[in-house]
């Protein structure tokens, strides 16, 4: 028992003399315990003073710029109306002017004067009354070059005729709506303004077509008999049997929808393709009319206002002379002598006036003799081809 105390003592002695002392490791953190020497502790590393964190600036997201859009229609150049066309009649009126504006917009001397007046006609004179309007149009200040009037959807209604009432497509409503009908025709007819009227399109409602069909044909009689231009809709918004069509080709052949769901009134397709059967009558009508354009013509030697001096012919080195006084006179060449303003006049049509000198003479003449005519007719009448000649773009042969 003593031995094992003796035994303990000592080994607790020595271990006292290999850690060094009660010194701690804190105070000589350079000497090592028995413990750290066998198992190789990681030392913890000092602990770093904590910097605030900063915030990163955001992000400053650029607006990407604008595209660049080039257009491909020419730009059309400003110059003063000449021409304006007024559009008149009911709804469909309205839509037919959209559509006239932009059939026309390639040309800046005409303008689309809008005077529609929806749900009016030619029944209701309470309601609108157009031929006082056209009296009043005529005799205003507004110009108007060509009338166009789209009317007659809204005058399936009866007339009051005096005490009675003629009911719609009566002969008697037909009487006194071709009276109606006179009067507007008539009222151009006596400014000399051209008028076209537009034959109202089918419509969804069979009734309704029916009697837009008759409608269409007294517009024709009445509208030509007084000197102006009617415009048939009807075939351009049909199908194949003549039946009520909601959808079909559009100015460029596409398909597309050109009437509205209520099977009356047109789209915006709708309207471009009915201005398009309009629009080939005001551009007839428009090169027909005569220009304000003076053309000169020539004169024959004698007659006529005498033509200015450096006009005739030797006038223009006369003026030279004059202009260097002791100059030598350089005379022009005949090319560059004074010419007429234009030549002869010659008839487009119908025979030419015989001249003085024929240009051919005859088929032979005009062949020539000798080997050129040989050749002529061995090419062009016997097609055969000339022999080829050195050098010549028909000459196969390998250069020996």
Not at 282 to 291: L, N
Request: a neutral charge; charged letters at 20%; one cysteine or more.
């Amino acid at each position: 028992m003593r031995l094992r105390s003796l035994v303990m003592v000592l080994c607790a002695a020595g271990l006292f003399l290999l850690t060094g002392g009660p010194l701690s490791l804190a105070q000589q953190p350079q000497q090592r315990s028995l413990f750290q020497l066998f198992w190789q502790l990681p030392a913890k590393p000092a602990a770093q003073p904590q910097q605030p964190r900063q915030r990163a600036a955001p992000a400053v997201r650029r607006r990407p710029a604008a595209p660049v859009v080039v257009r491909d229609d020419p730009v059309i150049p400003k110059v003063d109306v000449a021409h304006h066309i007024v559009v008149m009649g009911d709804s469909l009126a309205n839509l037919l002017a959209d559509g006239l504006d932009d059939a026309l917009n390639n040309r800046p001397d005409v303008e689309v004067v809008h005077r529609a007046k929806p749900d009016s006609g030619l029944v209701r004179t309470d309601f609108y009354d157009w031929p006082k309007a056209v009296s009043e149009l005529l005799a205003g200040e507004q110009k108007v070059t060509i009338a166009v009037m789209l009317i007659g959807l809204n005058d399936r209604q009866p007339i009051r005729d005096g005490d009675t009432v003629q009911e719609p497509m009566s002969p008697r409503w037909l009487e006194l709506y071709r009276d109606r009908v006179d009067t507007l025709a008539n009222a151009f007819a006596a400014r000399r303004i051209p008028l076209i009227w537009v034959g109202v399109p089918p419509m969804q409602n069979a009734r309704l077509s029916a009697d837009l069909v008759t409608l269409n044909e007294l517009f024709r009689e009445r509208v030509e008999k007084a000197g102006g231009h009617y415009v048939d809709l009807w075939g351009g918004f049909v199908d194949a049997e003549n039946r009520y069509a909601a959808t079909g080709p559009d100015v460029s052949g596409q398909p597309t929808r050109l009437r509205l769901g209520d099977g009356i009134h047109f789209t915006k397709a709708g309207a471009r393709k009915a201005a398009h059967f309009v629009d080939l009558v005001i551009r007839r009508i428009i090169e027909a009319a005569p220009q304000n354009n003076v053309i000169a013509l020539p004169v024959a030697p004698g007659t006529g206002a005498p033509t200015a001096p450096e006009l005739q012919p030797g006038g223009v080195e006369r003026l030279i002379d004059q202009m260097a006084a002791g100059v030598p006179t350089l005379g022009l060449a005949p090319a560059l002598q004074a010419r007429p303003l234009a030549g002869p006049i010659q008839p487009l049509t119908g025979e030419a006036a015989p001249s003085e000198q024929p240009l051919l003479a005859s088929i032979a003449e005009a062949r020539g003799q000798g080997d050129a005519a040989l050749q002529l007719e061995r090419v062009f009448g016997q097609g055969i081809a000339p022999e080829p000649m050195p050098g010549r773009i028909d000459d196969y042969r390998w250069p020996r």
